[in-house]
């Protein structure tokens, strides 16, 4: 193949409108329905409690819940609260913002393994109140509630995650 | 098994940043360019595959059928497929049933992505990807899925960011070579890690850029191969797999799906031992990890050991297993579904010996190229050989 066709644009080509083109803002809003067992996590959340679920056949406890086993395909019903606490399975220090504009105060979002789960059952959330340049795989973390007034059922019921 | 399956022509267009063509347009550019690489008509071909990723870029609803006619498609059996990153090249497992099945003698595979079209940053369009409820609340942007797996990798293996810059470095000069690249450049391991950090441990030079481009091949059976080309390009394997969406939970220092995935192409293909059988492999290099990750779950090397066939020298295109030859998504550039399928076509391009410059030094007479996508959850794999 000898001819690769394609025109480059520059990004100066596209402020100054140097060709043209058509833009659209589109008005898109959703309202997801938070499902059974998505539902009763939530409502652990408000509590100020983290909720797992159990299989009953290969009995593992998983987080964050569902109404079923991925594994043994069977309906699972039996909630069970975990511990506020966790392990750090992996983060990141996060500089930037979706569009990629600086963020002057880096996030935290990290993997947290809760304790009571099966090991390796984690959530993501975010880790605060540490210098970004103390965390470490492994490390001890603990849930920072809102106050219970605050809570709305919602997975920023827990502020973040810090290292205790 | 089937109809034996061949690739018989291939064409792209270049991998840019912004194209002032239209998604369709580019569709069409690969499309005719492929159709030309072996003589063949529209009217000679069956039916058509269109691979393209989420309609949120584009701001089209079905962009499928909005592609259709730029694609071949018009007045024909067509059919869309999509699992994200992984597109590219599970759009050529797509075509290889309707072939091997018997249901078309010949057929059409197009990717097309068009993502600069997104405002502000495409990265946007990919926030839907979070769980809407347990995820998105946090604020998270695309680069923390990939920060996350790339740390938990260099966690469990103790691999350094030097080791891993190797990759960019690699591939960005590959694809100084390559007529349709991007981003070709020539980079040291200083530069990747004296890049702005994004999300640590990922920095700019780390990451593949942002793309518009398409990319098509046509495929045919064993009776008709021979109609279009001298050397037609048979898939020997092809595999997919699907890991779990709650991503959480996986240990994510090791990509299964895609060891998975490629079992099932290994088995089909015949081949029990991929580290003496594969000459060639185009793994899929969105970021500069991924590369080692996937040769990892390839089966190409044992865990945790892919940094040091890097750092050897046996990636390289006189090496003795050449990776990404092509530049890659790193040096290419990586228009989605578009990205998955020109890794295909590398290996096409290098089994008959068409790669020019890039051409590697041995002889290759099996390949393999490879994509991954979703939230960290599809491996597709496709066997070539001569």
Same mark, same amino acid.
């Given at each position: 193949m000898k001819n690769f066709f394609a025109t480059p644009l520059k990004d100066e080509d596209f402020k100054k409108r140097n060709f043209c083109y058509e833009a659209w803002i589109g008005n898109c809003f959703y309202a997801w329905d938070c499902g059974k067992a998505i539902g009763r996590y939530l409502e652990g959340l408000k509590e100020g409690k983290i909720l797992g679920v159990k299989c009953s056949k290969c009995e593992r406890i998983m987080v964050p819940p569902r109404i079923f086993c991925e594994w043994c395909f069977v309906l699972v019903e039996d909630f069970v609260e975990l511990k506020d606490t966790g392990r750090i399975n992996t983060f990141s220090i996060s500089y930037i913002t979706w569009d990629m504009k600086r963020l002057e105060k880096p996030q935290i979002p990290a993997v947290i393994e809760i304790d009571g789960a099966s090991p390796g059952y984690g959530i993501l959330h975010l880790v605060s109140e540490v210098d970004p340049k103390e965390v470490k795989v492994g490390m001890r973390v603990k849930a920072v509630w809102k106050d219970e007034k605050e809570r709305e059922g919602k997975i920023t019921d827990i502020k973040y995650f810090k290292p205790y | 098994m089937g109809r034996r399956v061949a690739i018989v022509g291939a064409g792209m267009t270049k991998f840019v940043r912004r194209a002032k063509e239209t998604g369709k347009e580019l569709a069409y550019y690969a499309a005719k360019a492929a159709l030309d690489s072996c003589g063949a008509k529209l009217k000679d071909i069956d039916g058509v595959v269109i691979g393209s990723a989420p309609d949120t870029f584009d701001g089209v609803h079905m962009k499928g059928e909005y592609l259709s006619c730029g694609a071949g498609a018009f007045g024909k059996p067509y059919l869309r497929c999509y699992v994200?990153?992984?597109t590219g090249v599970f759009s050529v497992a797509v075509g290889w049933y309707y072939i091997a099945s018997g249901i078309f003698d010949t057929c059409l595979v197009v990717c097309e992505e068009?993502?600069?079209?997104?405002?502000?940053? +495409?990265?946007?369009? !990919?926030?839907?990807? !979070?769980?809407?409820?347990?995820?998105r609340p946090l604020g998270p942007n695309l680069l923390w899925i990939f920060a996350l797996e790339m740390h938990r990798y260099m966690q469990t293996y103790g691999i350094k960011k030097e080791e891993i810059a190797l990759v960019a470095v690699k591939n960005k000069k590959n694809a100084l070579d390559h007529p349709a690249a991007q981003i070709a450049q020539e980079i040291t391991v200083q530069d990747v890690l004296n890049s702005e950090v994004l999300c640590y441990p990922v920095q700019r030079l780390d990451v593949s850029p942002v793309s518009d481009g398409a990319c098509a091949i046509v495929m045919t059976n064993e009776y008709l191969a021979r109609r279009f080309t001298d050397k037609p390009v048979w898939v020997s394997g092809v595999g997919w797999c699907l890991d779990t969406a709650y991503w959480t939970n996986r240990d994510l220092c090791y990509p299964r799906y895609v060891e998975e995935a490629a079992r099932m192409a290994y088995k089909m293909a015949g081949i029990r031992n991929p580290r003496r059988e594969i000459d060639v492999v185009e793994p899929y290099d969105p970021f500069d990890y991924k590369e080692l990750h996937h040769l990892e779950g390839l089966l190409l090397c044992d865990r945790g050991e892919a940094p040091q066939l890097l750092v050897d020298g046996k990636t390289q295109r006189d090496g003795e297993l050449p990776v990404?030859?092509?530049?890659?998504l790193l040096g290419?550039?990586? +228009?989605i579904a578009a990205a998955g399928l020109m890794k295909v076509i590398e290996i096409f391009w290098q089994l008959r010996g068409e790669a020019g410059k890039r051409q590697i030094a041995k002889k290759a007479k099996r390949g393999l190229a490879q994509a991954w996508g979703d939230l960290m959850q599809v491996g597709t794999v496709v066997i070539l050989e001569i």
């Open positions: - | 994200g990153g992984g068009k993502m600069s079209s997104y405002q502000p940053h +495409p990265q946007g369009a !990919f926030l839907t990807i !979070f769980d809407h409820t347990t995820e990404c030859p092509s530049g890659g290419v550039g990586n +228009p």
